[in-house]
């Protein structure tokens, strides 16, 4: 897909919603953003458009004529320590990746932006501070508007549950977008950890938005010798070694690691092509986990439906920011 390909013109918004019912948001003017990729180690700038309702959330390569990356669970290739989305090369079209998606796709759900074309000069989305706060913070100065079209949402409709390893992750029908994780690490310093939040944008900015990603000392070579990790440092992530944590100014929250797993877990399951009526349980969740969880469940027709909401009904599952 192109340019061409993306109805991001005002004349194609042939939809309107019914009265009271909760519309599609996009944001009201572009905004731009840089910084470097945490794992290339490459500067990277990103420019944040509005699109037309229905458009959905994709990336734009403009390094690379303008290929384009839909921000779908069904176009992630890669989950080993970040979400990267890809598509295949097709006729004139290369094949691109984005990775490092799930930071600004959490904020993007906190805040209910629906449609939004991102243009990217690079393969990675830039980290900023290792949090989702940077891109919360462009949001608000942009500003969002509403759209003609009804927003639609995923009701999960009965339990769905998957286990990987020592991850068990499951969604379970409920009235809101809530999440219950929990982690648990050998390290004194984490050890076993848990949050319950509702999923609101005023919850998310003060709660998750500010948590950053966080590893050990002891990884950070494996990792630099396999490629990953090379734009990392005690600006973008919160590094433990042994008993301590190395960053100078210590931990945003005293549970912070729980809560950037929280804020992984948002960005995730946003890749679900709308917001979720559901309660998100994870043990240990991580990126593979929580992608094969979006799998499972439509997989499964009888599991789900989309829904438009209206707006009293949906106080609690939609905070207008």
């Known amino acids: 897909m192109y340019l061409n390909d993306i109805r991001d013109s005002a004349d194609f918004l042939r939809t309107t919603a019914p009265q009271g019912v909760v519309r599609q948001r996009t944001l009201a003017v572009p905004m731009r953003c840089s910084g470097v990729g945490l794992h290339s180690g490459a500067p990277v700038e990103m420019v944040l458009r509005p699109a037309a309702a229905d458009t959905g959330i994709v990336f734009r390569r403009t390094d690379m004529g303008g290929v384009v990356v839909p921000a779908r669970h069904d176009t992630i290739v890669n989950t080993r320590l970040c979400s990267m989305l890809g598509v295949p090369a097709t006729g004139d079209r290369p094949a691109a990746t984005v990775s490092t998606v799930e930071h600004l796709m959490a904020a993007l759900a906190a805040m209910g932006i629906d449609n939004l074309i991102i243009d990217i000069d690079g393969p990675e989305v830039p980290v900023m501070d290792g949090s989702s706060r940077p891109f919360i913070q462009v949001i608000e100065r942009a500003g969002m508007i509403e759209q003609p079209a009804a927003r639609r949402f995923i009701e999960v409709l009965k339990p769905v549950e998957l286990v990987q390893g020592n991850s068990v992750v499951r969604l379970l029908p409920a009235d809101r977008w809530t999440l219950d994780v ?61 008993d301590r944590v190395l960053n100078p100014e210590g931990l945003r929250y005293a549970d912070e690691f729980v809560r950037h797993k929280a804020l992984d877990a948002v960005g995730d399951l946003y890749l679900a092509g709308a917001p979720l009526l559901a309660r998100f349980e994870g043990m240990a969740p991580g990126h593979g986990v929580n992608n094969a969880l979006l799998h499972a469940l439509f997989a499964d027709p009888t599991a789900w439906r989309y829904t438009s909401c209206h707006e009293v009904d949906t106080a609690r599952a939609v905070e207008a920011a």
């Open 182 to 242: 929990t982690i648990d690490f050998a390290n004194p310093v984490i050890g076993r950890e848990r949050i319950v939040i509702d999923l609101t944008a005023r919850g998310f900015s003060s709660e998750l938005a500010a948590a950053r990603t966080f590893g050990f000392a002891h990884e950070v070579e494996q990792m630099r010798a396999a490629g990953l990790g090379r734009g990392g440092s005690l600006d973008n992530a919160v590094v433990v070694e042994g």
